[in-house]
């Protein structure tokens, strides 16, 4: 039965531009529940606040491992960008709320089920580009 499988819960940060959205976010992200064979995965939300993504939802994203911040219509501080590249904290913005949930799905599928070692083709976004160069 149930005892027997691993429970994993994958964190979220959840930073909305009002309240009301937060708390329908969070609402539906805590409903959300996949399992298998072995594994049941959850969402646990750490944070649900309307303002932008500050440094402190970073600190607190970064001390959980695979915590993702969800940004919706709201965008990051600097400091807080800083702080999520140098922690490796994803930021993701979304302006829809079923865009953001089923992200999150597709997250905690890879977290029920990982692809094998070695199998992973690794995916990038180019988000900016920097003109590393010699001036002066």
Do not use: H, W
């Not at 499988?5 to 930073?15: D, I, N």
């Not at 890879?110 to 900016?128: D, K, N």
Request: proline share 3%; net charge negative; with cysteine.
């Amino acid at each position: 039965g149930e005892a027997m499988k691993e429970r994993r819960e994958m964190c979220v940060v959840v930073k909305a531009d009002v309240q009301g959205s937060a708390e329908a976010l969070t609402r539906a992200l805590s409903e959300l529940k996949l399992e298998n064979d072995e594994a049941i995965v959850t969402i646990k939300v750490l944070i649900s606040e309307s303002g932008e993504v500050s440094k402190s939802d970073i600190a607190v994203a970064s001390v959980t491992p695979e915590t993702t911040v969800l940004a919706f219509n709201v965008a990051a501080s600097f400091a807080a960008q800083e702080d999520a590249r140098m922690l490796n904290v994803p930021i993701q913005y979304y302006s829809i709320i079923y865009d953001a949930i089923e992200s999150v799905e597709s997250r905690m599928q890879e977290v029920l089920s990982p692809t094998p070692e070695g199998e992973y083709v690794g995916a990038a976004l180019v988000q900016e580009v920097f003109n590393i160069g010699g001036t002066g």
